[in-house]
């Protein structure tokens, strides 16, 4: 019953062959690529692969994309599946004015974090905590999950390239090559880099701080994405540094879609 989990952000497409479609399952293969060189899936990283019994996707980067990969998953004549975020699934509830809206990457990271954090509360004989997830990607979110699961909120931002772009093209000259994040930068490349890093820094640690208001107990920090190394190291505050977040979520709402 191997299960083929697929995520495709803003700019590249990320899978993960798990040999059953549950969380723990064990990982089989996985790869990565950029969406300019996904029309070569079934005849590269594909090629060898023996045909997943299902399949689960979430899908940012739009319908055209999303069809080009399902024009890959013909090699398998497998049928694609794809989230749509709803009011309520594994136990997260979805606070979006309109639930359909909220991005697929962000839902299924919100589920995936709500499996982490009945697993801790299972683990230790403790109530739920809060819990927020943080994806660093060409975006940046910062979302929360309250104690019950509920889905209060969270911000969007522009990552450190959309940033640094933004800057280049309102700035005369302002055309410098990718610095370093550092306490106190010295050139203009470092202090882009470490104006960018920080912006996001300070976004998470005041939302950390609303929501542990908001609920009364320090929240689960969850940070996952692509360019989350470059955030990691300034943060102050506790955190765990989740990479497969999204294949997690993933399987958890295969396993719920399959025992419906």
Not at 143 to 152: I, M, P, S, V, Y
Request: hydrophobic share 45%.
């Amino acid at each position: 019953m191997t299960f083929l989990a697929i995520d495709i952000g803003n700019s590249r497409l990320k899978w993960a062959l798990f040999a059953a479609p549950h969380r723990g399952a064990k990982l089989l293969r996985q790869g990565a690529v950029f969406l300019e060189t996904i029309d070569g899936l079934a005849e590269s990283e594909w090629a060898g692969l023996d045909a997943p019994h299902s399949m689960l996707g979430c899908v940012v980067a739009g319908d055209a994309v999303r069809r080009r990969v399902e024009e890959q998953l013909e090699l398998w004549d497998l049928e694609p599946h794809w989230v749509v975020p709803s009011p309520h699934q594994a136990g997260v509830h979805n606070g979006y004015d309109h639930p359909s809206r909220l991005g697929a990457d962000r839902w299924v990271a919100l589920i995936g974090a709500r499996a982490r954090v009945m697993d801790d509360a299972r683990l230790t004989g403790t109530a739920a905590r809060p819990a927020m997830v943080v994806m660093v990607g060409t975006a940046v979110t910062v979302d929360a999950l309250d104690t019950e699961g509920r889905f209060l909120g969270g911000l969007i931002l522009p990552g450190f390239g959309l940033m640094q772009r933004a800057l280049e093209m309102g700035t005369d000259g302002l055309k410098v090559p990718t610095g370093e994040v550092v306490d106190f930068p010295t050139n203009t490349s470092d202090a882009l880099m470490s104006g960018g890093a920080n912006a996001i820094a300070g976004a998470l640690e005041r939302q950390a701080r609303r929501l542990q208001a908001r609920t009364g107990q320090v929240p689960l920090l969850l940070i996952t994405g692509g360019a989350a190394v470059k955030l990691v190291p300034i943060t102050d505050l506790p955190f765990e540094t989740i990479d497969s977040l999204i294949f997690e979520g993933l399987l958890v709402m295969q396993s719920h879609r399959l025992a419906l």
